[in-house]
């Protein structure tokens, strides 16, 4: 949606594991045109299962297709959604408003209204409120930075980075400002991620391509695109998705990480942390780094 676009907003409660159901419909509305986006979000970090559904239209939806939304969510009554038309305005203005910057080891992740607030030794990463997911404001995407910060800080050197489910760009824009010979390729399952990635790439003055110190992105479900493969394997591999995927993809991950490479994984409650280890200890993986106490672990594992 541009900044200036007009578009129509279904809204509709649902629990986190109908959240990773959806993250992956991409067929629910197949048979249109201008496919709906479809975003899911936690409101409140302190209630893990309440999420929200919002599927952005281009034009007004039909009654059958807000149904098609409440069918796809098993806990959502008929009539629940809400909907709202969103007149013609700066929408990534309005939605910037309020998000403060976050700080995870050296990074400073901000909007551009707050790139003043950098501290001299940070390092900078702008990235605007849009449709793609990825702020910086969640402890799975602050989690992650900071692995990529201590890594950096390790001396550890990696030349091949794969950032699973890419969303805004932000892990790969942080690893690509401490990696700087690296080359990086960033995947979404939605092409509007993959253009806002782009566009972030552009806007912190990175370079887009396919050689060292660039940055790449395609449009994949999962691992499964020509290019991901070719690029493999990896010394590093940034995913911050959720526990479900994470699980079903453990194989094709695994493969694609290269003897001694790390995994960085993220998305995943507390309650869910010894499901996903298990899933790539069956392949060889063992956790480098202990994951701190808290609801939303990052975990860091190696590749015997």
């Given at each position: 949606m541009s900044a200036d676009a007009e578009a129509w907003r279904v809204t509709l409660a649902c629990n986190r594991i109908e959240a990773e159901l959806l993250a992956y419909a991409e067929d629910l509305f197949a048979d249109m045109a201008v496919q709906p986006t479809l975003l899911t979000d936690e409101p409140d970090p302190d209630k893990p299962d309440d999420w929200l559904l919002h599927a952005y239209f281009a034009s007004e939806p039909t009654t059958e297709q807000v149904a098609r939304l409440e069918?796809?969510?098993?806990?959502?009554?008929?009539?629940?959604?809400?909907?709202?038309?969103?007149?013609?305005?700066?929408?990534?203005?309005?939605?910037?408003?309020?998000?403060?910057?976050?700080?995870?080891?050296?990074?400073?992740?901000?909007?551009?209204?707050?790139?003043?607030?950098?501290?001299?030794?940070?390092?900078?990463?702008?990235?605007?409120?849009?449709?793609?997911?990825?702020?910086?404001?969640?402890?799975?995407?602050?989690?992650?930075?900071?692995?990529?910060?201590?890594?950096?800080?390790?001396?550890?050197?990696?030349?091949?980075?794969?950032?699973?489910?890419?969303g805004t760009a932000v892990l790969a824009l942080g690893a690509a400002k401490r990696f700087r010979r690296a080359r990086i390729i960033g995947s979404d399952i939605d092409p509007v991620s993959v253009d806002v990635a782009k566009a972030n790439t552009r806007l912190n003055r990175e370079r887009l391509g396919r050689t060292a110190g660039r940055l790449e992105f395609v449009t994949a479900k999962g691992m499964d695109a020509p290019r991901l493969r070719q690029r493999a394997r990896y010394d590093l591999i940034l995913a911050n998705i959720l526990a479900a995927p994470l699980v079903g993809m453990a194989g094709d991950i695994s493969a694609a990480l290269a003897p001694g490479g790390v995994l960085v994984l993220a998305g995943l409650l507390n309650g869910q942390r010894q499901r996903v280890v298990a899933a790539y200890r069956g392949r060889g993986l063992v956790p480098l780094i202990q994951p701190k106490v808290g609801e939303w672990p990052t975990l860091v594992l190696v590749k015997g």
């Open positions: 069918n796809a969510v098993a806990s959502a009554a008929p009539g629940s959604a809400s909907v709202e038309y969103l007149p013609p305005q700066d929408w990534l203005t309005l939605s910037q408003a309020g998000i403060e910057p976050v700080v995870a080891g050296r990074f400073h992740v901000h909007t551009g209204d707050h790139a003043h607030r950098r501290r001299p030794g940070q390092i900078g990463i702008r990235i605007d409120a849009g449709l793609a997911f990825g702020t910086g404001q969640h402890a799975t995407t602050h989690g992650c930075l900071k692995v990529i910060d201590r890594l950096a800080k390790r001396a550890r050197r990696f030349d091949n980075i794969l950032d699973l489910g890419t």
